[in-house]
């Protein structure tokens, strides 16, 4: 029977606690069978086994896999922790009855063991509880952790949610992988031990660090491929990008030498006629990339499916095929003889032979790999299949969900027949025109599963219906792919001034492209594919209307650029030409601080994408503490910031798990002066310290304890938990080590190059931060606002307060005075009784108080120069208004003594 899980796994559970041992909860075991809705197979459903189940070298009996992505001896056995149940509900509510244990396929169900305390190399032991191994003869079970679980687009089809994957890696909570060392029996409730550990710094999680997130990191990488005990996937995986790296200065070698021989010699080594229009090519290079030997290794000479070759010909035409299958240093090419050829294909067919050098300019991928969805569908007409074969086979080879559906003109008319056999009846549906067959793109449309990926490649006409259709579907552009063979170049004559080029003005003409004229005005202006696929030859529009008419551009980019290979003008227009201006981008640093850009979404009242700056340094306090290392100082955050902000910052920029906590400005501020509360500052706060030092009638607790419950009834009433910042405010950010710094601010560095921006509130937990905007703020300034009631009773708690501590401060003074109470005693303490001051005594003091604060006034008064200047001005004017006094006097005196005669 299975261990029972406990309240389905909501109990709280610290996932960074060491690990020594665990419980297996459940063992699961499942058969394969097709995904809802899909032709694909999977084993992703398990069930849960009673009893003992046998274990073997390939994992556990009754257990089958899809061989592709999963099984094998470095696969036998997949373990998951069920704590992480809770989470995914939390962050995927829409999912949430499907995040439970055995739901990410699972063999081995654990409640502690997971990606943070279980290493790469660890070797475990499972066996009954109950069991000894200490002595007698060890029949455990021997398991080695071998992998992480590389997640595929299964989990996306299993939970309903698009692109839920990646969030998989990004959180660190994928599951992993052992290999057996030792066969035997396990069931639930048997204890899984540590018994050796070789990598102890090495974590699944730190492991995905530099699997997923922080892939540049050359030291790691090459001390990763070290690492033996590694499944040959991720082994394989960093021993290559360790190869990438040695061959750094190759590649800038290649890229040297195409900047100044754009044009490499290529013979013609094979000439195939597949159909009555269709002709292939096979090239090989002159000179191999990467030197003799390397015609098959090596990322440099590789291509992925869906490349295209621009072709210079012997007539001086240049124009770009789908390169069909191959390499950089040998490929074929399908070019189909144009009713309408302009020299081009007609060339190819009529003039190329086997032993003939053509030249090759360019070689651009162009088709994405879309691996996150779970069904590809492709529709192409006549020789567009050239752009798809290959990727279709590779989807087909590692048991993608994929069909295709193609048209051609008639049954003789379809090239490469062998290779489309191959895929059988249930990839390939062929509409014969000549027939009657129809290809019908609008039911293609409305019958594609959940979650598909669609990718059109033909003539004007079926891209036409194609993008109506789609559209009239309401696809997003992300799951569309438009491969465009041929360049739509109708229209009239028209003009363009390109501005970084002195404001030369080109006309270009009815059958002409911009990409055109301006290669010939200006040799230096990048191209691909010449039919809109690839926006090589993007330019920036400056002014005036443009017909857009490419691919490669999205809705949002149309108003600001223009493919210059396939688009004409409305009128007369200003470009800037891509390979000559670059946009500059804003400064990575200012000072001492690196510039963090933050994309924040459009809001319903501010409907614009913008970017907002945060400044990032080390943190340098004036006063040190032991965490300075490992923390940073932030300063301009966002005014909407939460911790739970920072947190998905941070793990979008170096993964979950580095950032710990933030303290904001008004947070520290608070923490500096909690010391002394609001109301101390307002009452005689020292006769209150003195009232506790003298007083010994109750216990400190008893004290302390009241006086928090009286000032919890004094403080106005909490009416908002989440306060908004003071704009341009600070936050001190504390990171798990100080490497974690380093990776932050290389993040930062990072990504003012890419200019690929975080979102701002992007990852944040459901349910756990408030939304901003206009219905937030009108809410948080109506409860701003108290009910009168509480806000009544609040005051007259602090008036009470207020009171008592007067009385109290009022009664402490009269005992240093050592006067008595009401009831007529006088407290003695240990130091004895200081004789009551007398009358006179007292009134001196009062006397130099008095003179003392006077002369303090006299002493400020008489301190700025203009006072003194001032003050002498009065004085004089007070001198001779007195003597104007006396001298009036005087002269009174002396009229009334002359009136009077004195006696001889």
Partial sequence: MPHRLQDETHLEVDLYRPFTSDTILEVRTGRMKPLSGLAVQSGIDKTIRDGPVRVTEMGLEGDEHDPTFH??????????????????????????????????????????????????????????????????????????????????????????????????????????????????????????????????????????????????????????????????????????????????????????????????????????????????????????????????????????????????????????????????????????????????????????????????????????????????????????????????????????????????????????????AKLGDEVVTIYDKAAGQRLDIGRIVKNIPWNSQMYFCGPKRLMDEAAKETRARGIPEKELHFEAFEADVSGDPFEVVVANKGGATIRVGEEETLLECLQKQFDEVDSSCCVGNCGTCRVTLKDGQVDHRGTALAEEEKATSMLACCNGSEEIGTFHIKTIINMPAGPATIGDFSVLPVSILPLPSFPKDVVHYLYVRRNTPKIPTPTDARTLFLTNVPVDSTEAHLRALFASLVGAGRFETATFEDERKDAHSQSQSPIDAATPASAARLLQAHSKKRKREDEEAEQAREEAAARLPSTWTRPLRRSGSTAVVLLADEKSVEQVLKAIAKVNKTRKYPTWGDNLPEGKVSPLGSVWLKAHNRLSYPDKQALQASVDAFSLLFSRREQEAAEIAKRLRNEPDEDGFVTVTRGGRAAPASRNEAEEAKRRMLEKEEKKKQELTNFYRFQLRERKKAEQAELLKRFDEDRKKLEAMREKRGKFVPEA
């Fill in 71 to 420: 099984g094998g001896v470095d696969k036998a056995i997949h373990g998951y922790c069920c704590s992480h149940y809770p989470t995914w509900r939390t962050e995927f509510p829409s999912a949430a009855a499907s995040f439970r244990p055995g739901a990410f396929g699972e063999n081995l169900v654990t409640a502690h063991l997971n990606e943070r305390n279980l290493c790469i190399g660890d070797i475990v032991s499972i066996s009954p509880p109950s069991s000894d191994t200490n002595g007698g003869e060890d029949h455990s079970v021997l398991l080695q952790v071998s992998l992480p679980r590389q997640p595929c687009f299964k989990l996306n089809h299993r939970f309903q949610l698009k692109n839920f994957a990646p969030n998989t890696w990004k959180t660190s909570r994928t599951g992993w992988y052992f290999r057996v060392l030792q066969p035997g029996t396990i069931q639930a409730g048997d204890t899984i031990r540590l018994v050796e550990r070789r990598h102890p710094a090495w974590t699944i999680e730190r492991v995905q660090e530099y699997l997923h997130r922080n892939t540049g990191d050359a030291a790691m990488n090459e001390e990763l491929a070290g690492i033996e005990e590694f499944g040959a996937e991720c082994r394989d995986a960093f021993r290559a990008r360790v190869a990438r790296q040695k061959a750094k200065e190759r590649r800038e070698r290649l890229k040297r030498e195409e900047k100044t021989q754009k044009w490499r010699d290529y013979k013609v080594v094979g000439r195939t006629r597949q159909t009555a229009r269709i002709m292939s090519f096979v090239l090989e290079a002159a000179e191999p990339v990467g030197g003799a030997g390397k015609e098959e290794d090596g990322e440099e000479v590789q291509l992925r499916p869906g490349a295209h070759a621009k072709i210079r010909l012997g007539n001086g035409l240049v124009r770009a095929y789908s390169i069909v299958d191959g390499n950089r240093n040998r490929f074929q090419l399908g070019v189909a003889l144009d009713d309408k050829s302009r020299g081009g294909s007609r060339y190819l067919h009529e003039k190329v032979q086997v032993g003939d050098t053509l030249q090759v300019g360019a070689i651009t991928a162009a088709v994405p790999m879309a691996s996150a969805a779970s069904h590809h569908v492709f529709v192409a007409g006549g020789v567009g299949i050239t752009a798809f074969l290959a990727l279709i086979e590779g989807y087909k080879s590692i048991n993608y969900s994929v069909e295709l559906h193609y048209a051609v003109r008639s049954a003789e008319d379809v090239p490469f027949r062998e290779r489309l």
